[in-house]
């Protein structure tokens, strides 16, 4: 055999691969509810936080800005792992799957606060004057004149930094989640050849890759019409 | 639940091993940034080629590997090499996935920085008999870096953070041996002392970046 059939059948082995692609379509199975739940959960938290500070409660927001500097400071992986080894110890046991997703969702809770409050501040005062003097209601000018000139503005950073956090659903295979990487890991040492994992990549770029070139095409096409 | 979560005991048990930790930590963090801010650095020179044979790969390899998780690009080299008579030590590992991811994502930031710089520039250096790699070096680079300082910093935070990687390949960093004392102790409180230690060591940068950010929103 040369080295190059040698390879092949080391990465690429059709006979590893079959067996274990039923187990990565359900890793990708996971993968996506997982991701879905934390993008569905951390963007909707983050537009709350960003709406609450938008109320102006000094204490409030004292406290908000903390939570979400603090979350963006810790690695994913350290808030996974204090949930899911830390908490048991409080009688909680959450199972891998709910450690990641509540993990993820505050990070990505944290980042898009952020991106969220940028967007509404970037809306000049005169705005909000403008619409008050006409009659809306405080709730009626946010959610009308607002907010659709803000999310507009906050749409490709929040879609470069969503992509970057859901990537993370990978961590979950830490804490033993069934999911891509989980289980193309298990595959790999019970089958004692490395193709589970070339699988297991080309199920994450099936993923990942159209979302990143849907990304890049958005920033451009936002770029010339701030 | 302060004897749980914040055992002072525990804690002087750990602190030494923590300490090491976070050693290790900030080592790869020296090594790990610099090699991707110089991969990304190449790609976004490569970037300014217009040759579609250059541009096109270049786009290709950023965006493969913007779309896979780091950690799966660890596990590859980590579990993959041994296969093909590599043993590859988990340091290895993690410095050469981060100089592909973080590659990408420092190569991205700057591209878009030196597209910042108007080619007027590029022509009036030129024409003052400048080289290419001249006027590169003294003026589009500096006005780049100057542009994007925000999403170079951002970015730097993340890569930082994703040195956390390291202790699912067995890295003794900072979060590595909160876990050992964790499990000898069976007690949290490692865990929460290592993330105070990365709070603290990196909410300087946050504030400083959130200060960054509604600057920029002022200004435009």
Redesign the interface.
């Known amino acids: 055999m040369g080295n190059w059939e040698r390879?092949l059948d080391?990465?690429f082995n059709p006979k590893v691969m079959a067996k274990y692609l039923p187990d990565i379509a359900y890793g990708m199975l996971i993968t996506v509810e997982l991701a879905a739940l934390v993008i569905v959960t951390g963007l909707a938290a983050g537009l709350a936080l960003a709406l609450l500070r938008s109320l102006g409660f000094r204490p409030v927001n004292l406290l908000l800005?903390f939570v979400v500097?603090?979350f963006?400071?810790?690695?994913?992986?350290?808030?996974i792992?204090?949930i899911y080894?830390?908490?048991p110890?409080?009688e909680l046991s959450p199972s891998g799957f709910v450690s990641t997703w509540l993990s993820l969702a505050l990070v990505l809770m944290a980042f898009s606060e952020?991106i969220f409050w940028?967007g509404i501040?970037?809306i000049p005062k005169g705005q909000w004057e403008a619409a008050r003097s006409t009659g809306l209601s405080y709730g009626q000018t946010l959610i009308n004149v607002v907010l659709p000139q803000a999310l507009r503005l906050t749409i490709p950073p929040l879609t470069n930094r969503t992509?970057?956090i859901t990537?993370?659903?990978?961590?979950a295979?830490?804490v033993a989640v069934s999911e891509?990487?989980g289980m193309a890991?298990s595959a790999?040492s019970n089958s004692y050849?490395?193709s589970p994992?070339?699988l297991?990549?080309g199920a994450?770029?099936v993923l990942?890759?159209p979302?990143?070139?849907f990304g890049?095409w958005l920033e451009t096409r936002m770029r010339w019409k701030? | 639940m302060l004897q749980t979560f914040f055992n002072l005991d525990i804690l002087r048990q750990a602190w030494p091993i923590l300490l090491a930790g976070l050693g290790n930590t900030v080592l790869l963090s020296v090594v790990v940034v610099p090699l991707g801010l110089l991969g990304g650095l190449v790609l976004s020179l490569l970037a300014g080629v217009r040759n579609p044979w250059v541009r096109w790969p270049l786009m290709a390899w950023v965006d493969f590997f913007r779309a896979f998780p780091p950690l799966v690009l660890l596990i590859f080299l980590y579990a993959g090499s041994p296969f093909i008579g590599l043993e590859l030590s988990g340091f290895t590992c993690v410095c050469i996935a981060f100089f592909l991811n973080t590659g990408a994502y420092y190569g991205e930031i700057l591209r878009a920085g030196i597209e910042s710089v108007p080619t007027g520039q590029i022509d009036a250096a030129r024409s003052t008999g400048l080289g290419r790699f001249q006027t590169s070096l003294y003026v589009v680079l500096p006005q780049a870096v100057r542009n994007v300082l925000p999403d170079l910093l951002s970015n730097t935070l993340e890569v930082i953070k994703l040195t956390s990687l390291g202790s699912v390949v067995a890295m003794p960093e900072l979060l590595f041996q909160a876990r050992q004392a964790q499990s000898v102790t069976y007690n949290p409180t490692p865990i929460v002392l290592a993330a105070l230690v990365y709070f603290v060591m990196l909410w300087p940068l946050v504030r400083l970046l959130s200060r960054l950010e509604n600057r920029a929103v002022a200004r435009a």
Do not use: C, Q
């Not at chain 1, 963006?72 to 808030?79: H, K």
């Not at chain 1, 990537?167 to 961590?171: D, I, M, Q, R, S």
């Open positions: 390879f080391t990465f800005v500097d603090l963006r400071a810790l690695p994913p992986l350290v808030i792992v204090f080894f830390g908490l110890t409080l952020e940028a501040t970037s992509i970057a990537k993370g659903t990978a961590l295979s830490v891509i990487l890991s790999v050849n490395p994992l070339t297991g990549a994450y770029l990942f890759f979302m990143v070139v890049r701030r």
